[in-house]
């Protein structure tokens, strides 16, 4: 989405992040009344557990919106790419310290080649590529914090921009009233990007959530590497953002190291599908 949020530079950070969060929800709401779940939602606002759960991850997401649009709207869309070829790594580390979930060997040489690939870059640049690690720990630490939680994307979704809303509306409200604000002071065209925001915002992440449900574990992991693989593209063809050589040698870096945790993990995959057939097969047979 680096080309949605360029066509909005001219609208502070803090206050698209506001629209974000806001229209979203309003979309999301609309979603889950036409499903008629709206009793799901106000049960979730109704738990004091669910809601100090979400307010930590709706935190981290904040986080992660305002790092994005800053990144983009400031020329920086190669290293927020980077960001997202890293999270599904720390999705792996995370699983690994919080849930000791064992890596193989050569899922643990994957993740090697990513920190490989990280190294070379800030030695290249001469200090850590902070955009990159602040994208990529902050929707790690979203995706972790989901996973302990009990609610679907949709609702959880809601319940997190739901509790952004009040802020998010209440501050949008305040730079309006001091007439520093978007609304009411930009085309028509840009009110209708700022209301778009939730539907941007939200539907790809529901699709996410579909797809993981429907696809195998290849597929899904290769589709995981064409969004920052876009985002590379953009910033680099339409504009122009330098891509030399060291920047060449981290990404090819950590482009192996993914590429070869999704061989391993879809090997293992299909290893286990074989074994879960021929366990009833033997069964069968010993019954005989």
Same mark, same amino acid.
């Given at each position: 989405m680096p080309l949605f949020w360029k066509q909005l530079s001219h609208v502070t950070n803090l206050e698209l992040v506001?629209?974000?969060?806001?229209?979203?929800?309003?979309?999301?709401?609309? &979603?889950? /009344?036409? %499903?008629?779940? #709206? !009793?799901?939602?106000?049960?979730?606002?109704?738990?004091?557990? $669910? =809601?100090?759960?979400?307010?930590?991850?709706?935190?981290?997401?904040?986080?992660?919106?305002?790092?994005?649009?800053?990144?983009?709207?400031?020329?920086?869309?190669?290293?927020?790419?980077?960001?997202?070829?890293?999270?599904?790594?720390?999705?792996?580390?995370?699983?690994?310290?919080?849930?000791?979930?064992?890596?193989?060997?050569?899922?643990?040489?994957?993740?090697?080649?990513?920190?490989?690939?990280?190294?070379?870059?800030?030695?290249?640049?001469?200090?850590?590529?902070?955009?990159?690690?602040?994208?990529?720990?902050?929707?790690?630490?979203?995706? &972790?914090? /989901?996973? %302990?939680?009990? #609610? !679907?994307?949709?609702?959880?979704?809601?319940?997190?921009?739901? $509790? =952004?809303?009040?802020?998010?509306?209440?501050?949008?409200?305040?730079?309006?009233?001091?007439?520093?604000?978007?609304?009411?002071?930009?085309?028509?065209?840009?009110?209708?990007?700022?209301?778009?925001?939730?539907?941007?915002?939200?539907?790809?992440?529901?699709?996410?959530?579909?797809?993981?449900?429907?696809?195998?574990?290849?597929?899904?992991?290769?589709?995981?590497?064409?969004?920052?693989?876009?985002?590379?593209i953009v910033g680099t063809l339409v504009y122009h953002e330098p891509f030399g050589g060291p920047l060449i040698l981290?990404?090819?870096?950590?482009?192996?190291?993914?590429?070869?945790?999704?061989?391993?993990?879809?090997?293992?995959?299909?290893?286990?599908?074989?074994?879960?057939?021929?366990?009833?097969?033997?069964?069968?047979?010993?019954?005989?």
């Open positions: 506001a629209h974000r969060a806001g229209w979203t929800f309003v979309f999301l709401l609309l &979603l889950i /009344r036409r %499903q008629h779940r #709206l !009793g799901e939602l106000r049960a979730a606002f109704r738990s004091p557990q $669910l =809601l100090r759960l979400h307010a930590l991850s709706a935190a981290l997401i904040t986080v992660n919106w305002l790092m994005y649009v800053w990144a983009v709207a400031h020329d920086h869309i190669v290293e927020a790419s980077l960001g997202y070829f890293l999270t599904p790594l720390v999705n792996v580390a995370s699983g690994w310290i919080f849930f000791r979930e064992r890596l193989r060997p050569i899922q643990m040489a994957a993740v090697i080649l990513a920190a490989v690939g990280v190294a070379v870059q800030v030695v290249a640049i001469g200090h850590l590529p902070w955009i990159a690690l602040v994208l990529a720990f902050s929707f790690g630490g979203y995706g &972790l914090l /989901r996973k %302990q939680g009990p #609610l !679907g994307s949709m609702v959880g979704l809601a319940v997190e921009t739901g $509790l =952004l809303t009040p802020l998010a509306f209440g501050w949008l409200l305040l730079v309006g009233v001091t007439g520093g604000g978007a609304l009411g002071h930009v085309s028509p065209a840009d009110h209708l990007l700022l209301v778009s925001t939730g539907v941007v915002t939200a539907v790809p992440l529901l699709f996410f959530a579909i797809g993981a449900r429907g696809l195998s574990l290849a597929t899904l992991g290769i589709f995981q590497f064409l969004a920052p693989s876009m985002k590379l981290s990404f090819g870096l950590i482009w192996i190291g993914l590429i070869v945790y999704t061989l391993d993990s879809f090997r293992s995959a299909r290893h286990q599908a074989r074994t879960q057939v021929a366990a009833p097969v033997v069964s069968a047979a010993g019954e005989l």
